[in-house]
């Protein structure tokens, strides 16, 4: 059965800082990988996606993300924080087959310092 | 264009009611989701629905849910005999169709039940 590991409960960070969220995962394939965040009161919004090729993906708002087979990891980056990313931010792994059913992790919540 | 949408935003009631949540997908999608947010958690997912029928239903809990979805568009999420543990946040995704991999979140309903 897959599943994701989000080992970082809260994070605190100062705005401008870098930011880097783990994820690690576990799935016998290849997997398809996601990130979302979800602001108060919101839905989840996509953030970026792997499924193949390149493991270095460019997402939306600044965001990126490496797939790293050999550490079954899929950490969640941005080089400067802003003050409007403190949200919860959630890994996922999902199969390869038709239903694309993800497994989401238990989030880590983001909280910028000024 | 518009989003998901999901009625009521916020659902009291009290133990053993019955309850119906609605979700709208965007048009033109042919899959969609059902997801359970507890606090503090990522989603669960309960029921997948390919057109009219539910192709996976392995998510949802016990009997007391269930969800329907006729005319292939709007779904109902239905739970009897509610109990104070089904309180949460209900998510519903929806998708374009099967070659197409990326979900698109509603804001949920948020059930409490005293």
């Known amino acids: 059965a897959q599943s994701v590991t989000q080992p970082d409960i809260h994070i605190t960070v100062s705005e401008g800082a870098s930011l880097e969220l783990r994820c690690n995962y576990s799935y016998g394939a290849t997997p398809y990988l996601f990130w979302y965040v979800q602001s108060p009161g919101q839905g989840l919004q996509l953030l970026l996606k792997y499924f193949s090729g390149d493991t270095l993906v460019q997402g939306i708002k600044g965001f990126e993300a490496e797939f790293k087979r050999s550490q079954s990891s899929f950490n969640l980056r941005k080089p400067s924080v802003h003050w409007s990313d403190a949200a919860e931010y959630f890994c996922?792994?999902?199969?390869?087959?038709?239903?694309?059913?993800?497994?989401f992790g238990r989030g880590t919540s983001l909280i910028v310092h000024p | 264009g518009a989003g998901v949408s999901q009625t009521p935003s916020n659902k009291v009631t009290e133990k053993g009611k019955y309850v119906e949540l609605r979700c709208d997908p965007i048009s033109g999608h042919t899959a969609l989701y059902w997801y359970r947010q507890s606090l503090g958690q990522g989603p669960e997912f309960l029921i997948y629905?390919?057109?009219?029928?539910?192709?996976?239903d392995s998510g949802l809990p016990n009997d007391r849910f269930f969800a329907v979805r006729p005319e292939g568009s709007v779904s109902t999420l239905k739970i009897q005999r509610t109990e104070r543990g089904d309180s949460a946040v209900y998510l519903c995704a929806s998708r374009l169709d099967p070659s197409y991999n990326e979900q698109f979140f509603g804001p949920g309903t948020r059930l409490t039940v005293l």
């Open positions: 629905f390919q057109g009219t029928g539910a192709a996976d």
């Open positions: 996922a792994v999902a199969s390869s087959g038709g239903s694309y059913i993800p497994t």
